[in-house]
């Protein structure tokens, strides 16, 4: 009879501790992911977002983390491959105290994790992939803090018109979804301001020969050559062989391009008075911004694009699971519930960050850069006017 | 139409500067082919490695992004060196992984042969990284000889060194295998290799040397591809050994003057593809290319049609 006692106590007692469904125990740890491709030809990038989400968990640790348990950090290699960005994800959710993932930054990677993540309710907060379907597929817990491709097409058909003051556009696009989409998005934009001398071919990545391709464009005579690739040393000999063929257009590269070693350095003065747009600001020109950035490159050195809004993305996320842990315990889907609660949240980026029904950030901005001497010097914002 | 005529000269430069380097690395294929009956499918590999080694050659004579002595200087020790580090691995790859395989069933050897080209992928990953190296070309070239315009085409300084050495390289070989005794004994072991052993040739001499020129040839095409392309990385080998094999195939396997002539006439064609239709269907025409000249004569543009020995 007491033995029976005993173990209808225990189980009692266990019971308390394990919580319904999959909450858990804030004490028994706290673990966040990180998702990108952190070897490859976009590292350097990937590496900035993951070291900049560490300046954001350090600063969270050093406060005496959630709860007065220390977040642990954990990063998961995709290589670009989605094949190996699936094996990632089903990592990161059999992690019972993982309770939110950054990334992944690549849209393709993304697209090919969403159900794997969405299945699991573990949020993901993207800070790069902007292929517009990604949060049109019904899913809760996907975030993100980069505006859309067609915002940013639609901006920079906007900003090739008021700026360039283009008449011919030929666009060259690498064939992977985020390109494609890219190149789609943009011409649509185009021909909805008028400009209809377009033309579009594309290029394979990594191919290091865009030689036929682009005195195809030479012979078109564009005002400006919208180079859309992935990496920064794929917009590197896009814009040496330009110039080396003599083609008489500003180069306008994509988001991947800024990034002062693998574009500027690389091509050897061939960019300079190219323009690039990227998701990001200027970060140096916003004050709240100044901790990270001092932070960041005193541990790091030198910042892209690709880092501020990994920090941001990631003090966002802190900041719902800290909410979600305020009770004693925690579960993934009280995390995807506050991330959807957060409004205005005022953080490093020059603007406050609203999730929208899908996960999007509302009212997206695209920045646009031109190449002087060795930096990029912010020309522009276009937010869709 | 007139917007395809006023390309045609710049896609001409185009396709021959592309066209030179996969008949370098087609060379390696063919001779291998010609002599062993085996496709050495690391060779691809062999031409990164080429590629790296022009790199660092270049990275350890660059101070402060200038070079610290001749620009000819540099860019001959870059082949040099590239040559002679692939030529190395071509003939270790041939005692390591080919020699003891010699007399087993072909399909032994071309496993072997995808192994080496894993392998040695790998190890360039492991002690070199994924990261993209740029060549760092601009102190090689004085500013006013970086772009010459002849007529409507614009050949950059670096397009014409490309044509020149590859077409140098080719000339050399093929008098070497014309004219000299050497030359005699690999034309003679390429026939039959055991008549050629019966009459004192050295056989597994000249299977060495085929390696060594064929590895050598490779590298060299891979230092000059980062000179003309500026950026190598552990991945090149297999797009490069894809086409330089594609080109062996359509000249003739087996037959060097063959490879010579696939791989000009595969870079032309793709170039040319570009200019005629979306470039897109760049690689489908080069391919569509290679099928047509297969079904019509299956040996190859000039390979020779041998009969089946019973």
Known sequence: ?385 | MDIYLQQLPQQLVNGLTLGGVYALIAIGYTMVYGILGMLNFAHGEIYMIGGFTGWWVLYLLTKSNEVIMHAALVISLMIIAAMAVSALVGMLAERVAYRPLRNAPRINLLLSALGVSIFLQNLVLNYQGAKVRSFHISSLIPESLRVIQIGPAVFSFMRALVIVITFLLMGLLALMIKKTKVGKAMRATAQDIEAAAFMGVDVDRIVVLVFLIGSALGGAAGTLVGLLFTQVDYYVGFQAGLKGFTAAVLGGIGNIYGAMLGGILLGLAESLAVTFLPSAYKDVVAFVILITVLIVRPWGLMGEKIPEKV
């Open chain 1, 1 to 385: 009879m007491k033995k029976g006692i005993l173990i209808a106590f225990s189980i009692f007692t266990v019971l308390c501790f394990v919580g319904p469904g999959y909450s858990a125990d804030v004490k028994k740890g706290i673990h966040v992911g990180d998702a990108g491709a952190f070897t490859g030809d976009a590292a350097a990038p990937c590496m900035e977002i993951f070291n900049s989400a560490q300046v954001a968990v350090d600063e969270w640790n050093a406060k005496g983390g959630i709860q007065g348990v220390k977040i642990e950090h954990i990063m998961g290699d995709d290589a670009m491959d989605p094949a190996q960005g699936m094996n990632v994800a089903h990592k990161f959710v059999a992690d019972e105290l993982m309770y939110g993932v950054i990334g992944p930054p690549m849209s393709h990677v993304a697209q090919a994790t969403l159900k794997i993540y969405g299945d699991a309710n573990l949020a993901t907060i993207t800070t790069a992939a902007s292929k517009p379907e990604l949060t049109e597929q019904g899913y809760k817990h996907f975030f993100r803090v980069n505006a859309r491709n067609d915002a940013h097409g639609w901006n920079c058909a906007l900003f090739m018109q008021k700026q360039l003051k283009v008449k011919r556009v030929a666009v060259l696009n690498e064939k992977v979804a985020y390109c494609e989409n890219m190149a789609t998005q943009t011409i649509a934009g185009l021909k909805k301001l008028g400009i209809t001398d377009i033309l579009q071919e594309t290029i394979v990545g990594g191919a290091k020969d865009y030689s036929a391709v682009l005195t195809k464009v030479k012979a078109f005579k564009p005002d400006v050559l919208f180079f859309i690739a992935t990496t920064a040393p794929d917009q590197a000999i896009g814009v040496r062989q330009t110039k080396e063929l003599g083609i008489d257009a500003i180069f306008f590269g994509t988001e991947g391009a800024r990034d002062k070693k693998d574009f500027i350095q690389a091509s050897e003065g061939a960019a300079e008075g190219a323009y690039v747009y990227h998701f990001g600001p200027d970060i140096y020109a916003i004050p709240a911004a100044a901790g990270y950035v001092k932070e960041y490159e005193s541990k790091y050195g030198v910042l892209s694009g690709f880092g501020p809004p990994a920090y941001e993305a990631m003090n966002i996320l802190l900041t719902a699971i800290d909410q979600a842990a305020k009770d004693g315990d925690i579960s993934r889907k009280e995390v995807v519930e506050n991330l959807h609660k957060i409004k205005n949240y005022e953080g490093i980026l020059g603007f406050p960050v609203t999730f929208d029904q899908k996960g999007d950030l509302l009212g997206s901005a695209t920045y646009f850069f031109k190449v002087v001497g060795n930096d990029f010097q912010q020309i522009t914002v276009m937010t869709g006017k």
